[in-house]
């Protein structure tokens, strides 16, 4: 059973796959990144604040390359707020002006207000270089994964340990 452990070159070569596996994932991200435009092109909905268009735990895929259209009223964007480090999905409510220095603000479709008390201190409205993408499509519940292992760290490390145990008894 463990028998991978006893030869050196068995268990560099299980080494080196899982490198790669983990090289081919994050190769995977920063190409996506390139091709969207967005630092962040997949994101997990952490609050219903934006129910019934999107539901907990709901994976937005984001697209910023709104080459020759502005971002219009009615539209679903992700922001970060300056100096957190959370996304936050939310609609356009209102926008004005035009280009990138149009003042935009936001509101979630759930929420009774608008998204002025979550912006920084000082902060009214959003600016183009605030939004981090546009949400183009959606796969309903698949990020459930990532808010059961944010929220319960001790599955993380079962994870880990079930990956790392995984790699070690793999046969070839």
Do not use: C
């Not at 539209?75 to 002006?97: A, L, Q, S, T, W």
């Not at 929420?111 to 008390?117: A, C, F, I, K, P």
């Not at 600016?127 to 459930?144: C, E, H, L, Q």
């Amino acid at each position: 059973m463990l028998s991978g452990l006893a030869n050196p070159r068995q268990a560099a070569v299980q080494l080196m796959n899982f490198g790669l596996i983990l090289s081919t994932a994050f190769m995977m991200w920063k190409g996506l990144s390139v091709i969207t435009d967005s630092p962040s092109p997949i994101v997990v909905v952490l609050s219903g604040s934006m129910e019934p268009a999107f539901q907990r735990g709901d994976l937005l895929f984001l697209w910023n390359r709104n080459v020759l259209a502005e971002t219009s009223v009615g539209e679903v964007v992700v922001y970060n707020v300056r100096g957190k480090d959370i996304p936050i999905v939310h609609r356009i409510v209102r926008k004005f002006g035009k280009g990138p220095e149009a003042k935009l603000l936001t509101k979630g479709d759930n929420n009774v207000s608008d998204d002025t008390e979550l912006y920084a201190s000082g902060q009214d409205y959003l600016v183009r270089k605030d939004i981090i993408g546009s949400v183009f499509a959606y796969i309903p519940f698949v990020g459930y994964v990532t808010i059961l292992l944010s929220e319960h760290p001790w599955l993380k490390t079962v994870m880990l340990g079930l990956m790392g145990l995984v790699v070690v008894l793999q046969r070839e």
